[in-house]
């Protein structure tokens, strides 16, 4: 899949995880200048963001996840907690899909693709992809793995967090995420009031960023263009 152009990448990344506290001056210095890096390349008009963890994706590339064009200026209200709220007009056009995901450290988390206007046909392909998890990986067959990694392999600032074997590691446990998905069984018992910010950490992005974009991807190539017509977020178990 082509990466989309910056502004595109700003709003999908900025929504796909809201901000967390990082762990560690290394990670916090690796993730500032992945976002040096990306604001340098895209126009100077620009919004600035929030912080290193509001650019989820960066950490793994800027390149990594596409998908999500839903959200735009007339759309959005300020961000609650866990959620970037909807204007009100805009929620009556929303469809949502969520599921339940456990992050490597045993936080739960939900899922949520969000697509504004989607027609009747559009939102049959993305259930019936969503329910089948086993195509989604059928169809990557391990590209998403092979893109992390070359990103990786080209990236000193994330050879200084961890490992290449223990960033497969994160990756793979994406890929298992992926495999356990429960459209379904959708949130389970998370309700509302319970979730929060991701906890931060380069271990929870790119597994929550290589578990979604094997899921964006795998959708458009069932026929609905993620870039276009879906925006990803991600809200997690509020800690004590």
């Known amino acids: 899949m082509n990466a989309p152009h910056m502004s595109d990448l700003d ?67 300020d961000a609650s907690d866990a959620w970037m709220d909807l204007t009100a007009q805009a929620e009556t056009t929303a469809t949502r899909f969520e599921w339940q995901t456990t992050l490597p450290d045993g936080t739960r988390c939900v899922e949520r693709l ?17 329910a089948d998890p086993q195509q989604l990986l059928d169809l990557d067959a391990g590209a998403v793995r092979d893109d992390f990694l070359s ?35 959708g949130r389970g018992d998370l309700t509302e009031d319970m979730l929060d910010v991701i906890p931060g950490s380069a271990q929870n992005e790119v597994f929550l960023q290589s578990s979604m974009r094997v899921v964006l991807d795998g959708i458009t190539a069932q026929g609905v263009d993620a870039m276009a017509h879906l925006t990803p977020e991600t809200a997690c178990e509020a800690g004590e």
């Not at 504004?116 to 969503?130: M, N």
Request: no cysteine.
């Open 11 to 77: 709003r999908l990344l900025a929504r796909s995880a809201p901000p967390s506290a990082p762990e560690g001056r290394a990670l916090v210095a690796a993730l500032g200048a992945l976002v040096d890096e990306t604001r340098a390349a895209a126009s100077p008009r620009r919004r600035r963001l929030r912080s290193p963890w509001a650019v989820a994706g960066l950490v793994v590339g800027a390149t990594a996840l596409v998908g999500g064009a839903a959200y735009g200026a007339v759309t959005l209200t």
């Open 114 to 130: 969000t697509g504004l206007e989607l027609t009747a046909e559009q939102t049959a392909i993305v259930e019936a992809a969503l």
């Open 151 to 185: 990103h990786y392999d080209a990236s000193e600032a994330q050879q200084e967090i961890a490992d290449r074997e223990t960033w497969e590691s994160w990756i793979d446990a994406g890929y298992g995420a992926v495999a356990a998905i429960d459209v379904k069984a």
